[in-house]
Structures are given as C-alpha cells and as structure tokens.
C-alpha cells in the first residue's frame, strides 16, 4: 500500500509563500507521474500542477509563474513552492501519485490565504 503524506499547509497572508511537501513510502520513480490538486469548499477537486515520470511539468493557467513542483529523489518527496499567493488559493490541497490505472492520495493540507 503506498502512503503519501502532505505538509507544509497553512494560514498566510495574500503575497505570501508556502511550500508544501508530499512524502512518499516508497520511491517517487516507481509512479508514472506525481502531482497536486486542490478542493475549496463547494468546488470540485482541480489539478494545480503535476510531474511525470520524465521531469515534464504542468501547471493550471492560474498558477502559472507562481508556482513550482520540484521533486527530491533521495526524500522520496514532490514539493509545491507557491508564492505571490491569493485569497483564491484557499483550499485543500492533496497529493497523488500514479502507477498505470491506479491513483493513490495524501491526506491533504489546508492552505488558507487572507486578504
């Protein structure tokens, strides 16, 4: 069973950073691609941003710039760097990694940004 465990959430005010870090049991080379999505309430779970197996990133329009997923292979970690961070930007954020059909998730961490 792989576990992710997500950290690094928080209350911060718009402007500024956060890195939230997502440890895996096992090494992060073993899934296809690892990334973070996030839920606000009443909303629907959407990617923030992902990594593949290749080191090819992706991010949603609305992070671009602000945002970066990295990964540390020695950790067994993916890392989000968010910075310049909005009201907006309020939300749960978890970790998934994939492995062929199979997504496995984090807890999720909770990153509010006051105004």
């Known amino acids: 069973q792989v576990q992710l465990v997500e950290s690094g959430g928080g209350l911060v005010q718009a402007g500024g950073s956060l890195r939230l870090s997502c440890a895996a049991s096992r090494s992060i080379f073993s899934f296809g691609s690892m990334g973070w999505y996030r839920q606000a309430p009443g909303k629907q779970r959407e990617l923030v941003a992902d990594?593949?197996?290749?080191?090819?990133?992706n991010y949603r329009d609305s992070v671009k710039g602000r945002f970066a997923i990295s990964r540390d292979s020695a950790k067994n970690t993916v890392y989000l760097q968010m910075n310049s961070l909005k009201p907006e930007d309020t939300a749960v954020y978890y970790c998934?990694?994939?492995?062929?059909?199979?997504?496995?998730w984090g807890q999720g961490t909770q990153v509010t940004v006051s105004s």
């Open positions: 990594i593949t197996l290749g080191g090819y990133t």
């Open positions: 998934k990694a994939r492995e062929r059909s199979t997504d496995y």
